[in-house]
């Protein structure tokens, strides 16, 4: 994993070969989070409003059946980040891109998949690392309402679990 101010190296795209590592982001170079980097080509240039929101979502699957997804044109779905099962933190669209992963939310938020199902609890470290984002992101973009999927599309989704967002806010705060 490359920190944000160093050379990218390729990463393996076995599965799919649209996925490949972005430029270095200016949106990271002042932090110290370090942040794989794959492309989705599943999202729309700029933003027609400002951003007020971040979306937690759960994958209902593998980080890498994520990633693969994520950044196969054909799933028409992205997020700006992934925080996979060991907690690493891939970005799939700048933030200052709109990703698409929840419904008539796009435009306003920044989304960020955790690898895991709603029904089961996170990893102790994959609650940490998506605090660290969340704090880094509020850091430069001011104190964003943070919602779950859930809340916005409960008609279709119950991701990221109560339990799981409970736990997320609880380490925000402490």
Known sequence: ??????????LSTAKNENARVNPVSDTHRESKLQIQYYHSPN????????????????????????????????????????????????????????????????????????????????REQQIMKTTTLIKDIQRRRGNLQIKPHSELDPARRKDPGKKNLERILYALKH
């Open 1 to 10: 994993m490359a920190l944000a101010n160093e050379p990218k190296k390729q």
């Open 43 to 122: 999202y729309s240039k700029g933003r027609t409003q400002p951003i007020n929101l971040i979306v937690l979502h759960t994958t209902e699957g593998s980080g890498e059946g994520a990633k693969a997804w994520l950044t196969n044109p054909e799933s028409k779905a992205s997020a700006h980040y992934l925080i996979t099962e060991k907690a690493d933190i891939v970005q799939l669209v700048e933030e200052e891109n709109k990703a698409w992963h929840c419904r008539n939310y796009n435009d306003v938020s920044i989304g960020i998949e955790i690898a895991g199902f709603y029904d089961q609890d996170l």
